[in-house]
């Protein structure tokens, strides 16, 4: 069970208020931050695809994918914690992880705990906060939710640090 209760949330996640893919960011991280996602990833019985373009691959090391040329196909890595709930992770700077869900998969305390686990093993494996806000929301200005890598759990906005 996850920190957070449905009926207190649901408001944040109607896909018609806000937009339904916000995006999850983990702020400063480097290549290697990247490596431990990746490898958590590998590690955890979630379902996963690597692309590059249209193209399907194996995933390769974070270092590899983060150092090919800027004109090269989009990187992205497809990942359900769960079946029928998809995090696209964007592999494009080793400045920041980010990542988009989908809130029409979100739906119901089932839902959020997974989403809130998902986040958390991000956030444990880092040490670092993950963060989640609206669609388009680029400046990071208004968090919707996130992990709180000093409480150890995911919080609402006024508790994300």
Do not use: N
Request: glycine share 8%; with cysteine.
């Amino acid at each position: 069970m996850s920190e957070l209760l449905w009926d207190d949330v649901k408001g944040l996640f109607d896909p018609e208020r806000e937009g339904c893919l916000p995006d999850v960011w983990v702020a400063g991280t480097v290549v290697e931050d990247w490596q431990a996602v990746l490898d958590l990833i590998l590690a955890s019985d979630w379902r996963s695809k690597y692309s590059e373009g249209d193209v399907v691959m194996p995933l390769p090391r974070a270092e590899e994918v983060l150092s090919r040329p800027a004109d090269a196909e989009c990187a992205d890595l497809r990942v359900w914690p769960v079946p029928d709930m998809l995090a696209i992770f964007r592999l494009e700077s080793a400045d920041e992880i980010g990542f988009d869900v989908d809130l029409r998969e979100l739906q119901g305390q089932e839902r959020l705990d997974v989403l809130c686990g998902f986040l958390g093993a991000i956030g444990r494996r880092l040490g670092k906060p993950v963060v989640m806000t609206p669609e388009g929301d680029w400046g990071r200005s208004h968090p919707v939710l996130g992990f709180d890598a000093e409480s150890d759990q995911v919080v609402l906005p006024a508790q994300v640090s």
